[in-house]
């Protein structure tokens, strides 16, 4: 198993344009959670789904959307773009069902917004 | 307000040195904890738990509610324990995937 997978690993957008970034979990995950980190700080929790429902959002403007899909992937759409959505966006996954709640993390989408 | 704080934005010891890496959160029910760990070009792990309360690479964190502190400690400090650590929580209905970090410290070992 690769782990959580990401793509794309780097994107470069200008203001106004929308973005969407992917994310695979661990095979037999479930949940899924969105991150947001600005250099220099924490991971700041974006969104979190379990099956295919959100169960949890973050103090994230309505620009910021996500989605899961029935094989339990998700996509991050954040719509007009500006300067500081440039950001280290990360994906975690982790297998509720079993109470297991470490959450396994991907390497990140690098966002810059030009 | 749910709130992790990580006082030291940078800890330097030496080799073989004690190691102390200070939490406080700030949580109205009964949070989970966490520390996680990202060394150079790595991705974020998990490093350990208040709830397994096992030991990790020599690492070990004991959550004191009166104190509101998860802080993290090892006795002899390694070169590769040099990285950068966050603690975090968890409330304990959301399966701790939804995490509030705190902004992180970065450990550094030298010889």
């Known amino acids: 198993d690769a782990g959580v997978t990401q793509s794309p690993t780097h994107l470069i957008k200008t203001r106004g344009q929308h973005v969407t970034l992917r994310c695979s979990p661990i095979?037999?995950?479930?949940?899924v959670s969105w991150y947001q980190q600005v250099l220099g700080q924490g991971p700041q929790f974006i969104f979190q789904?379990?099956?295919?429902?959100?169960?949890g959002r973050g103090n994230f403007p309505d620009r910021f959307s996500a989605r899961q899909f029935p094989n339990y992937s998700s996509e991050l759409n954040v719509n007009a773009l500006l300067l500081g959505d440039s950001a280290l966006y990360l994906c975690?996954?982790?297998?509720?069902?079993?109470?297991?709640?470490?959450?396994?993390f991907g390497q990140g989408t690098r966002l810059t917004v030009v | 307000a749910q709130r992790v704080t990580q006082p030291e934005k940078l800890l330097s010891v030496f080799k073989g040195a004690p190691v102390e890496l200070k939490c406080n959160y700030s949580?109205?029910?009964?949070?989970?904890l966490f520390w996680y760990v990202q060394y150079s070009r790595q991705r974020l792990q998990l490093l350990l738990r208040?709830?397994s309360r096992e030991s990790i690479k020599g690492f070990t964190a004991d959550l004191n509610k009166g104190e509101t502190s998860f802080h993290l400690k090892k006795p002899f400090a390694q070169e590769e324990d040099s990285a950068m650590y966050y603690c975090?929580?968890?409330?304990?209905?959301?399966?701790?995937?939804?995490?509030?970090f705190g902004k992180g410290t970065t450990l550094s070992v030298s010889s």
């Open positions: 975690a996954s982790s297998d509720r069902d079993r109470g297991n709640t470490e959450a396994f």
């Open positions: 095979s037999g995950h479930k949940s």
């Open positions: 789904y379990y099956e295919k429902e959100e169960r």
């Open positions: 949580y109205s029910g009964s949070p989970e």
């Open positions: 208040h709830i």
């Open positions: 975090a929580l968890s409330g304990q209905h959301q399966a701790g995937t939804a995490l509030i």
